[in-house]
């Protein structure tokens, strides 16, 4: 099984920075992509940044140039790192990840999430 576990969210003040830390464990043949999701309060979750196994990135546009995604895999560890944070930044975060427990598999999973609240 794998897990997927999200850290570093909590209350910061508009115009700081936090960087989110999604750890995974379990059997990982191998990882397709990596990516960020947030959703607000009546929202619908939406993503945030995204990265591939060749490091290609995406991001939405009202985060570009203020959230950067990264990877070390050799701790099978994303990041996220926001800086110039905005109250509609507030959201929970949910780390997400595309990947093989077997050469044949290719599965979805999602962390529990975890809390990002900016205030002004």
């Known amino acids: 099984q794998v897990q997927l576990v999200e850290s570093g969210g909590g209350l910061v003040q508009a115009g700081g920075s936090l960087r989110l830390s999604c750890a995974a464990s379990g059997s990982i043949f191998s990882v397709n992509a990596v990516g960020w999701f947030r959703q607000a309060p009546g929202k619908q979750r939406e993503l945030v940044a995204r990265?591939?196994?060749?490091?290609?990135?995406d991001y939405a546009d009202i985060v570009k140039g203020r959230f950067t995604i990264s990877r070390d895999n050799a701790k099978n560890t994303v990041y996220l790192q926001m800086n110039s944070l905005k109250p509609e930044d507030t959201a929970v975060y949910y780390c997400?990840?595309?990947?093989?427990?077997?050469?044949?598999?290719?599965?979805?999973?999602w962390g529990q999430g975890t809390q990002v609240t900016v205030s002004s």
């Open positions: 990265m591939t196994s060749s490091s290609k990135t």
């Open positions: 997400n990840a595309e990947l093989r427990t077997t050469a044949l598999t290719l599965s979805s999973y």
